[in-house]
């Protein structure tokens, strides 16, 4: 896969999560809804780094809301390493062609 089909991959991922707790108003511990992300893939992946990060918060066990704050600021880290690895993409891609000719 190339880096801009994963990090659109990885967009959807993310913007399916936080879609669920925003569509149920989950937003608050006291609004926590239930999530259980797919067994197995890039959405389970995914909110095993939200939860982690604390963009999504575990109130109750099996109950999790939607931390708009830290949510903000995961998409912002989540951006500048898509950002990060294309720049040394293309730093490589650059390199090649001058070696190459």
């Known amino acids: 896969m190339s ?4 990090a659109v991959a990885v967009a959807r991922a993310r913007r399916r999560i936080a879609t669920h707790f ?3 108003g989950a937003t608050s511990k006291a609004k926590a809804v239930a999530y259980a992300p797919p067994s197995h893939g890039l959405e389970k992946r995914m909110f095993a780094r ?5 963009a999504v918060v575990e109130a109750t066990p099996g109950q999790f809301y939607l931390n708009e704050k830290h949510f903000a600021d995961f998409r912002k880290e989540s951006l ?8 040394i993409a293309g730093f490589a891609a650059a390199g090649a062609m001058l070696v190459t000719g």
Do not use: H, P, R, Y
Not at 50 to 54: E, P, Q
Not at 82 to 87: F, H, N, W, Y
């Open 80 to 87: 500048a390493k898509v950002l990060g690895i294309l720049a």
């Open 22 to 24: 925003l569509d149920a």
């Open 50 to 54: 939200m939860l982690t990060f604390g």
């Open 3 to 6: 880096g801009a089909v994963v």
